[in-house]
């Protein structure tokens, strides 16, 4: 297939493989649906015939946003989440079956990363003031300290057979690094139910794409950088199969003693992460692992991240700071990606 936008632009272009297989275009055009869901925005654009009945649309991509929310929230209420939260000690607490998939795969990336990633971290979130709990600000160490007790993925059992997880008593869960990547999957499950297997599916900046347009060409997105007058080639990267989520401090952090303090912690220390990184791009099949390994890079940093995404054959950018530049850093999976 030819790749015009490649050629004309002089860009950087990340193209998948899977790429020179994709079926012809089949016709139809696009269309575009948009919202706000997660406390942030969302937006889809398909390929189906113009005769598409949005009113069969929308309803299943916002039954999957509303999935996502009324399961995982950290910020309502009645949110499943929440109530496990609110369970009493000791006490086995069964789950819907999506708030299950992404609880056992937070857990496995928990694991993978030795708990640089946390779905348990929610008491320490919240004493940086980052949940809904408070507002923003540093904690005594003391609130730290009791935070980081609480927390330890270690700590939360899964019951697969009974999809059930074990309260042991103040377990905080908090899965908004992983959820909208989660909802971008879900959403992208309920297109494809419908027959509409060309799809661009975003959250809040993480996406997934599937098939072609119209014209053949794949879903192109261009990769953001923290700094937008920074003086480097456009990433333009095919979303074709494909996922791509970014973790940074550029987008949400508070000044405390005229440091950064960002919205990610390290659940070792109980302490916002403070090294020179400013974003982590992953690219996945799924946008759940995208987001999740996206969170638990950043905060594994500018070292231990590159060498861990090397082991585990993840594609991942880093943008790190230094002083007033940024420099990038690429596993090899994503540089292979590179054209
Ligand atoms: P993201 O923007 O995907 O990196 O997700 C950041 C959000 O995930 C924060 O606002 C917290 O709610 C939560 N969070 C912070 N630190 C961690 C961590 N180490 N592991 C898992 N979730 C975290
Ligand atoms: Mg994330």
Same mark, same amino acid.
């Given at each position: 297939?030819?790749?015009?936008?490649?050629?004309?632009?002089?860009?950087?272009?990340?193209?998948?493989?899977?790429?020179?297989?994709?079926?012809?275009?089949?016709?139809?055009?696009?269309?575009?649906?948009?919202?706000?869901?997660?406390?942030?925005?969302?937006?889809?654009?398909?390929?189906?015939?113009?005769?598409?009945?949005?009113?069969?649309?929308?309803?299943?991509?916002?039954?999957?946003?509303?999935?996502?929310?009324?399961?995982?929230? =950290?910020?309502? !209420?009645?949110? $499943?989440?929440?109530? &496990?939260?609110? *369970? @009493? /000690?000791?006490t086995w607490q069964a789950l819907p079956d999506s708030f299950f998939e992404v609880l056992a795969c937070a857990r496995d990336v928990a694991e993978q990363s030795a708990g640089a990633f946390?779905? =348990?971290?929610? !008491?320490?979130? $919240?004493?940086?003031? &980052?949940?809904? *709990? @408070? /507002?923003?600000?540093?904690?005594?160490?003391?609130?730290?300290?009791?935070?980081?007790?609480?927390?330890?993925?270690?700590?939360?059992?899964?019951?697969?057979?009974?999809?059930a997880a074990h309260q042991p008593g103040g377990l905080a869960l908090d899965l908004s690094a992983i959820a909208k990547g989660f909802g971008v999957d879900l959403v992208a499950r309920r297109l494809d139910a419908l027959g509409i297997e060309s799809h661009l599916v975003e959250i809040g900046g993480e996406l997934r794409g599937s098939g072609v347009k119209p014209?053949?060409?794949?879903?192109?997105?261009?990769?953001?950088?923290?700094?937008?007058?920074?003086?480097?080639?456009?990433?333009?990267?095919?979303?074709?199969?494909?996922?791509?989520?970014?973790?940074?401090?550029?987008?949400?952090?508070?000044?405390?003693?005229?440091?950064?303090?960002?919205?990610?912690i390290d659940p070792r220390d109980g302490l916002p992460i403070r090294h020179g990184l400013a974003s982590v791009t992953v690219l996945h099949p799924q946008c759940m692992l995208a987001d999740a390994w996206s969170t638990a890079l950043n905060v594994l940093g500018p070292v231990d991240g590159p060498a861990l995404a090397n082991r585990l054959g993840l594609a991942a950018r880093f943008i790190v700071r230094d002083g007033l530049h940024f420099e990038e850093r690429r596993s090899a999976a994503f540089e292979k990606l590179l054209h």
């Amino acid at each position: 297939m030819s790749l015009g936008v490649a050629a004309r632009t002089m860009r950087r272009v990340l193209v998948p493989a899977s790429v020179d297989h994709a079926p012809p275009p089949l016709g139809g055009r696009v269309h575009a649906f948009s919202g706000r869901t997660m406390g942030t925005s969302w937006s889809v654009r398909l390929v189906a015939s113009a005769r598409l009945p949005r009113h069969h649309v929308l309803p299943a991509i916002q039954g999957a946003l509303d999935e996502v929310v009324d399961q995982m929230s =950290t910020w309502e !209420a009645g949110a $499943d989440l929440r109530r &496990f939260n609110r *369970a @009493a /000690p000791a006490t086995w607490q069964a789950l819907p079956d999506s708030f299950f998939e992404v609880l056992a795969c937070a857990r496995d990336v928990a694991e993978q990363s030795a708990g640089a990633f946390d779905p =348990t971290a929610g !008491a320490l979130v $919240d004493a940086w003031g &980052f949940g809904p *709990a @408070a /507002p923003r600000g540093a904690p005594d160490d003391a609130v730290v300290l009791r935070a980081l007790a609480q927390a330890g993925w270690r700590r939360l059992e899964l019951d697969t057979a009974r999809r059930a997880a074990h309260q042991p008593g103040g377990l905080a869960l908090d899965l908004s690094a992983i959820a909208k990547g989660f909802g971008v999957d879900l959403v992208a499950r309920r297109l494809d139910a419908l027959g509409i297997e060309s799809h661009l599916v975003e959250i809040g900046g993480e996406l997934r794409g599937s098939g072609v347009k119209p014209d053949g060409q794949p879903w192109w997105v261009q990769l953001e950088h923290p700094d937008q007058a920074a003086d480097e080639p456009e990433t333009l990267l095919a979303l074709h199969g494909l996922s791509v989520a970014t973790s940074g401090d550029y987008r949400r952090w508070f000044e405390h003693d005229g440091t950064r303090v960002s919205h990610t912690i390290d659940p070792r220390d109980g302490l916002p992460i403070r090294h020179g990184l400013a974003s982590v791009t992953v690219l996945h099949p799924q946008c759940m692992l995208a987001d999740a390994w996206s969170t638990a890079l950043n905060v594994l940093g500018p070292v231990d991240g590159p060498a861990l995404a090397n082991r585990l054959g993840l594609a991942a950018r880093f943008i790190v700071r230094d002083g007033l530049h940024f420099e990038e850093r690429r596993s090899a999976a994503f540089e292979k990606l590179l054209h």
